[in-house]
């Protein structure tokens, strides 16, 4: 792939066309059974306490009365609400509200300047523009105060169950899941006022190691189950990792909890996204990858939400599972003997 390519499929979603306000039926998964209908709703929050912070955000909504689990979603660096929609349907199908939030400040509004997608130094200047202390402090914030308004809304009463809260989230959005279970921001001394008790499992697509800290200490407060996502080919220009394989580092980090890791073989940034397949340009390992994302991601929240004794049972078969597909790590005391791992540069 071309660098700026490479820049512009790291800014996952810039060029999604703007959806529309109207509630509109949610794509089926292809292959799935026993999955339910859904209903998306599109909406916006404005939160007077943060200067009148608007706070765009999409509802999946499964057929029934509920309560269902809810999950709430964070893109990455210049997303939008309508980031990795296919994982998100899935998961909506499966039994669970899933509510993503878009972040002013460091979603799809950094390319609204006239930034042309072919000129390496100008989109890398947008990104940069929506990785600022002030745009962290602001989608950061964002989590606790969706929950606050997905909690008083009447509209959802008896819809979804507040005590069954998951959370996840795509690059710039790992980290503000990672920062809301209790990950330290050195840069934000404030850093406690976003961790988020609420929620009681995770999932991080294509997370980083932590900025200027140490990965231990940095991850210390962590107590929340999670499950990691990553491939051999997850790059980015605004990275952190010398490889990608340090994208494993908060896996390797986080102590005395339930966690998973998953690599896929030849998956990158985008895959985890969603954005080539809203755009129809698969690459021909994308579906069968896809696939595997979608079925892991569900299998997790049917373990830590729903409590489903299967799903945690097959949870540490998660090596088995996906060998051929990649590889896979357990670190569970009820799954026996971790998984054996190359420790990572920090964390030797």
């Not at 129809?280 to 409590?307: C, H, N, S």
Request: charged fraction near 20%; aromatic fraction near 6%; glycine fraction near 10%.
């Amino acid at each position: 792939m071309k660098p700026a390519a490479l820049v512009v499929a790291a800014l996952a979603a810039v060029c999604v066309t703007a959806a529309s306000s109207r509630a509109a039926p949610a794509t089926a998964t292809a292959g799935a059974a026993a999955r339910t209908a859904v209903e998306v709703r599109y909406g916006e929050w404005v939160d007077p306490a943060r200067g009148g912070r608007k706070v765009p955000y999409k509802l999946y909504l499964p057929a029934g009365t509920g309560p269902f689990p809810l999950v709430i979603h964070s893109h990455g660096l210049g997303g939008s609400r309508e980031a990795s929609t296919y994982i998100l349907t899935a998961v909506a199908e499966a039994g669970y509200v899933v509510a993503a939030v878009q972040h002013a400040g460091s979603d799809s509004g950094l390319m609204m300047g006239g930034v042309r997608p072919g000129d390496e130094a100008g989109v890398v200047a947008a990104g940069r523009a929506g990785m600022t202390a002030d745009a962290a402090r602001g989608r950061y914030g964002d989590i606790p105060f969706a929950l606050d308004r997905i909690a008083a809304d009447p509209a959802l009463k008896g819809k979804v169950d507040m005590g069954r809260i998951g959370m996840s989230g795509h690059s710039y959005g790992a980290l503000s899941t990672l920062t809301a279970v209790g990950q330290r921001i050195p840069a934000l001394p404030n850093d406690t006022s976003f961790q988020e008790p609420r929620i009681k499992a995770a999932i991080a697509y294509s997370p980083n190691k932590p900025l200027g800290d140490d990965p231990r200490a940095a991850d210390a407060r962590i107590r929340t189950p999670m499950l990691h996502f990553t491939g051999t080919a997850d790059v980015t220009p605004f990275d952190r990792e010398k490889t990608p394989f340090e994208r494993t580092t908060p896996f390797q980090a986080i102590q005395g909890v339930d966690q998973f890791l998953i690599i896929l073989d030849g998956a990158d940034h985008a895959l985890f996204g969603g954005r080539r397949a809203q755009t129809g340009q698969l690459k021909p390992i994308d579906p069968p990858q896809m696939e595997i994302v979608k079925a892991e991601t569900v299998r997790f929240w049917d373990a830590y939400l729903k409590g489903e004794k299967a799903a945690l049972a097959a949870e540490c078969d998660l090596p088995k599972r996906i060998a051929g597909a990649g590889t896979a790590y357990t670190k569970a005391m009820r799954c026996g003997p971790p998984t054996p791992i190359e420790t990572v540069e920090g964390l030797r």
